[in-house]
């Protein structure tokens, strides 16, 4: 067995030594120092990328919140406006109506007003009518005089009563 | 292919002899240093770009990274922070020389016990000392195992120290056993591919593709349990218990 | 993060972020001590190893101290007995998940010596 030809132990352990020597040298001060800062650049890259998502994702939030308080508030507003237009436009129209029946209300009073003018005109007539009637009815009839004033009372007695 | 241990050969390819000792410049040396160029190239070019969003290489050396660096702090702690370039050049370093040990014609320094060894020692020895530095002598009350009583005492303590002092050996034996078994047995079942000729060569043939790829499993397998236990031992000896 | 004043539409995207803030550390408050999450893939690769080695150790250990000492094959058998206890031990700690400390129980959670991290012992055995 070839390894264990004592002879070849120096000149192999005297290598070994030179070798893992210049090893752990060109490692510990040129290889490792590279790839570890690569890392811990990386490492601090990713942690300030998750500490700027962050504070993007706080601005986000609040700008959200923000937006929701506007629009509450600009729909309040809006629902104010709104209700005082309405308010203002029943208002306008209650009035309105109320002028408008106002004016029925009179128009009709003067039209009642004149039916019973209308009224009483024709029940003078019919009394002054029933009257002459009665007068010419009488004379040409039962040849009665009769005096206006006895007609007239006599219509004014029925007329009362009717009018009762 | 007589032997199929000759893959395990060492080649001399360059000489060296420094203060009488040899330090020939060999087919191992030559495949560790090529261990320790592919580590560096592939961290460094893969890290050329430095983008944040990572390309395929980047993630890859960066997924490495993480790996150790969790092996870590799942089985040491934030202590074990300190000794991150130490492992992490000790997982590379294994797993690149599996890994190119597994290209035709080259070399698996790995598969030498002296190799692990020589890496479970130092890890054995760094251990022990990190053990003493940040306890004293209290590091040795490791060897006096709790809730056992004291006649027991003299036959547990030297048991303890057994087990502790078996630490390196088991893990050199680990990797290297691991590594030439499965190197040995792919060459086996190679050597009977040409043979067997035409028609009896396929089942040999497919055998060995099964185990390349079982053996790139082990490979990076090994790197890991050889790491891990490193954490294991570390962090044994930095919060010290019982 | 902000309180639960969010509207619907963004409540999904609020639960992604904090997943995600959250999420970047997994384990950064529990770095103080070993966690569990290491998986046991290699422990039949170890128990075997972990046998002969100690077991090596022993009668190595044991015979150099008979050539040492000179006491003949006497230390060795002792530091064979010894090495196998070792062995079994080991064997015992990687199977039954209590690490490669001593001690014959998994440790309980008390953190009563020296405010060391003793609770998240009892993962590391597992882990290989």
């Known amino acids: 067995m070839p390894q264990l030809d004592v002879t070849t132990f120096a000149p192999q352990l005297v290598w070994l030594a030179i070798t893992f020597i210049a090893m752990y040298v060109i490692m510990a001060k040129v290889a490792l120092p590279r790839v570890?800062?690569?890392l811990e650049e990386r490492q601090n890259r990713i942690d300030d990328d998750l500490d700027r998502a962050a504070t993007l994702k706080e601005e986000a939030e609040a700008a959200a919140v923000a937006y929701d308080e506007a629009l509450t508030k600009a729909r309040a507003e809006a629902q104010a406006a709104i209700r005082e237009v309405s308010d203002q436009l029943s208002a306008e129209a209650a009035e309105r109506q109320k002028a408008l029946g106002d004016k029925l209300a009179a128009d009709i009073a003067a039209g009642e007003k004149k039916i019973a003018a209308a009224r009483d005109a024709a029940i003078g007539q019919i009394s002054e009518i029933s009257g002459d009637l009665t007068k010419e009815a009488a004379e040409k009839l039962a040849g009665v005089k009769v005096t206006d004033k006895a007609i007239e009372d006599a219509v004014a007695a029925v007329m009362?009563?009717?009018a009762r | 292919m007589a032997n199929p241990l000759s893959q395990f050969e060492i080649k001399p390819l360059?000489?060296?002899?420094?203060a009488g000792i040899d330090a020939s410049f060999t087919n191992s040396s030559l495949m560790m240093v090529l261990t320790v160029t592919a580590v560096t190239a592939f961290l460094t070019l893969s890290m050329r770009g430095r983008a944040l969003v990572?390309?395929?290489?980047?993630?890859?050396?960066?997924?490495?990274?993480?790996f150790v660096a969790n092996m870590i702090r799942d089985n040491v702690g934030s202590e074990g922070r300190r000794y991150f370039p130490f492992i992490f050049s000790l997982f590379m370093f294994i797993l690149f020389g599996n890994l190119m040990g597994m290209i035709p014609f080259s070399f698996t320094f790995t598969s030498h016990i002296i190799v692990t060894f020589g890496m479970a020692i130092v890890v054995f020895l760094g251990v022990t000392l990190i053990g003493f530095i940040r306890h004293g002598a209290k590091f040795l009350g490791y060897f006096v195992p709790s809730g056992v009583p004291v006649v027991m005492m003299p036959m547990l303590v030297p048991i303890e120290i057994l087990s502790y002092l078996s630490r390196p050996v088991s893990l050199a034996i680990r990797l290297f056993a691991n590594m030439t078994a499965g190197h040995t047995m792919m060459k086996v079942f190679a050597a009977f591919i040409i043979p067997l000729g035409f028609l009896g060569g396929w089942a040999p043939l497919a055998v060995d593709v099964?185990?390349?790829g079982?053996?790139?499993?082990i490979a990076f397998l090994q790197a890991y349990v050889f790491a891990v236990l490193t954490c294991i031992y570390l962090n044994d000896a930095i919060h010290l218990h019982h | 993060?902000?309180?639960g004043t969010s509207p619907e539409p963004t409540d999904d995207f609020d639960a992604r972020l904090k997943n995600a803030r959250e999420g970047r550390r997994p384990s950064e408050a529990e770095t103080d001590g070993p966690t569990t999450s290491a998986q046991g893939i290699g422990t039949a690769l170890r128990l075997g190893t972990e046998l002969v080695a100690a077991l090596a150790v022993g009668v190595g250990i044991g015979h150099a101290l008979d050539i040492w000492l000179e006491t003949g094959p006497w230390m060795m058998i002792v530091f064979f007995f010894l090495g196998s206890g070792a062995g079994a031990l080991n064997v015992y700690r990687v199977a039954s998940g209590i690490g490669l400390s001593p001690g014959y129980r998994r440790p309980t959670v008390k953190g009563n010596e020296d405010e060391d991290e003793d609770g998240g012992k009892p993962g590391n055995g597992s882990s290989v």
């Open chain 1, 36 to 38: 570890g800062q690569i």
């Open chain 2, 54 to 66: 990572p390309g395929r290489w980047q993630a890859l050396a960066e997924v490495t990274y993480e």
């Open chain 1, 160 to 162: 009362g009563a009717r």
């Open chain 3, 1 to 3: 993060m902000s309180e």
């Open chain 2, 210 to 212: 099964a185990l390349t």
């Open chain 2, 14 to 18: 360059i000489p060296i002899e420094i």
């Open chain 2, 214 to 217: 079982f053996e790139f499993i």
